[in-house]
């Protein structure tokens, strides 16, 4: 598959431009950054083909497969409709866009134009993750409790970042960085169907929250609480799946605990990219549907939008059906 990279900011050359190059099969052919001088220095370090400065450049070159969007959240939409529009499939980062009315714009864009559309929720392509999933639904911790999950890193950001901006972000770390686990919720336990939301800015006085805090309600009935923060500098990322016959902790081991039997063992984990990157080359030959799709990015956006509507107005809110 050749990519085409819309957006080449540091995502892009720390993760996803790596990771499409270590996979056989896979290139970058063109990259796209507003600066012409940055897009072919840019593309010289990455091995593409071009750098160029426009999406109109990017979208012109015949030899580009698909495109990875990675642009600023509140010009996704029109990215995205520009790539159907050029009949090449569409990966999109996350958050899909800024509202969930948006997304259903996207979705219907690339129905319409016949191409696959991915979502970045890059988690559902980690083995360790489908692994969990397996014994979840194999019914192995017998019937599912509660899902708590921590993510805590030291993410400081320059004051001009378009991430601080919510008119072009849509949020802070809820929208950036727990929408990950609210997903990995989603795939590893089913529909969240109602959460309650917190969020604080009080390290860096962001004009968006540092960090998020929640609660949601699962479809089934289990419960999962989430606390994602850009303030703590040794912290770390923990997940914790609970059920009626065994629990399994997850952070750089695996412990997996039913009655007195105990099994534990160290993780690899992968890079970020490369199973989402696979499974969405895939489906664009085979019609599949991606592991995180279009209606994934859109059900992440209502459950975005339903957290912050809870801190708005201190209630639990139900969160809207998919569609």
């Given at each position: 598959?050749?990519?085409?990279?819309?957006?080449?900011?540091?995502?892009?050359?720390r993760?996803?431009m790596?990771?499409?190059?270590?996979?056989?099969?896979?290139?970058?052919?063109?990259l796209?950054?507003r600066?012409?001088?940055?897009?072919?220095?840019?593309?010289?370090?990455?091995?593409?083909?071009?750098?160029?400065?426009?999406?109109?450049?990017?979208?012109?070159?015949?030899?580009?497969?698909?495109?990875?969007?990675?642009?600023?959240v509140?010009?996704?939409?029109?990215?995205?409709?520009a790539?159907?529009?050029?009949?090449?499939?569409?990966l999109?980062?996350k958050?899909?866009?800024m509202s969930?009315?948006?997304?259903?714009?996207?979705i219907e864009?690339?129905?319409?134009?016949?191409?696959t559309?991915?979502?970045?929720?890059?988690?559902?392509?980690?083995?360790?993750?489908?692994?969990?999933?397996?014994?979840?639904r194999?019914?192995?911790?017998g019937?599912?409790?509660?899902?708590?999950?921590?993510?805590?890193?030291?993410?400081?950001?320059?004051?001009?970042?378009?991430?601080?901006?919510?008119?072009?972000?849509?949020?802070?770390?809820?929208?950036?960085?727990?929408?990950?686990?609210?997903?990995?919720?989603?795939?590893?336990?089913?529909?969240i169907?109602?959460?309650?939301y917190?969020?604080?800015?009080?390290?860096f006085?962001w004009?968006?929250e540092?960090?998020a805090?929640?609660?949601?309600?699962?479809?089934?009935?289990?419960?999962?609480s989430?606390?994602a923060?850009?303030?703590?500098?040794?912290?770390?990322?923990?997940?914790?799946?609970?059920?009626?016959?065994?629990?399994l902790?997850l952070?750089?081991?695996l412990?997996?605990?039913?009655?007195?039997?105990?099994?534990?063992?160290?993780?690899?984990?992968?890079d970020?990219y490369?199973?989402i990157?696979?499974?969405?080359?895939?489906?664009?030959k085979?019609?599949?549907?991606?592991?995180a799709?279009?209606?994934?990015?859109?059900?992440?956006?209502?459950?975005?939008e339903?957290?912050?509507?809870?801190?708005?107005?201190?209630?639990?809110?139900?969160?809207?059906?998919?569609?």
């Amino acid at each position: 598959m050749n990519w085409g990279i819309l957006g080449a900011g540091s995502v892009a050359q720390r993760r996803v431009m790596p990771a499409i190059n270590a996979l056989e099969g896979h290139a970058v052919q063109t990259l796209m950054v507003r600066d012409a001088c940055r897009a072919r220095d840019l593309a010289a370090s990455h091995g593409a083909s071009n750098g160029v400065s426009s999406v109109e450049a990017l979208l012109a070159d015949e030899t580009i497969d698909a495109v990875y969007v990675s642009s600023p959240v509140v010009h996704h939409r029109d990215h995205v409709l520009a790539v159907a529009q050029a009949g090449k499939h569409v990966l999109c980062e996350k958050p899909m866009a800024m509202s969930s009315d948006t997304c259903r714009d996207m979705i219907e864009a690339c129905n319409n134009a016949g191409v696959t559309l991915g979502t970045c929720y890059v988690l559902r392509g980690w083995e360790i993750y489908q692994r969990i999933r397996d014994l979840i639904r194999n019914g192995d911790l017998g019937t599912l409790i509660e899902l708590r999950a921590h993510l805590a890193k030291w993410t400081p950001r320059e004051a001009d970042e378009w991430r601080l901006d919510p008119a072009r972000s849509g949020g802070g770390v809820l929208i950036d960085v727990a929408t990950h686990y609210l997903d990995l919720f989603r795939f590893l336990a089913g529909e969240i169907v109602r959460v309650a939301y917190m969020g604080s800015s009080r390290v860096f006085d962001w004009p968006v929250e540092e960090t998020a805090h929640a609660l949601v309600a699962f479809e089934s009935g289990c419960h999962g609480s989430l606390t994602a923060t850009c303030t703590v500098p040794n912290g770390g990322n923990l997940l914790e799946v609970y059920g009626s016959e065994g629990s399994l902790f997850l952070g750089k081991t695996l412990r997996i605990v039913r009655g007195d039997d105990v099994v534990e063992e160290v993780v690899v984990f992968p890079d970020y990219y490369s199973g989402i990157l696979t499974d969405f080359a895939h489906c664009t030959k085979t019609s599949n549907t991606p592991i995180a799709s279009g209606l994934d990015g859109l059900r992440g956006t209502q459950i975005v939008e339903a957290a912050y509507q809870s801190a708005r107005e201190q209630k639990i809110v139900t969160v809207i059906s998919v569609g």
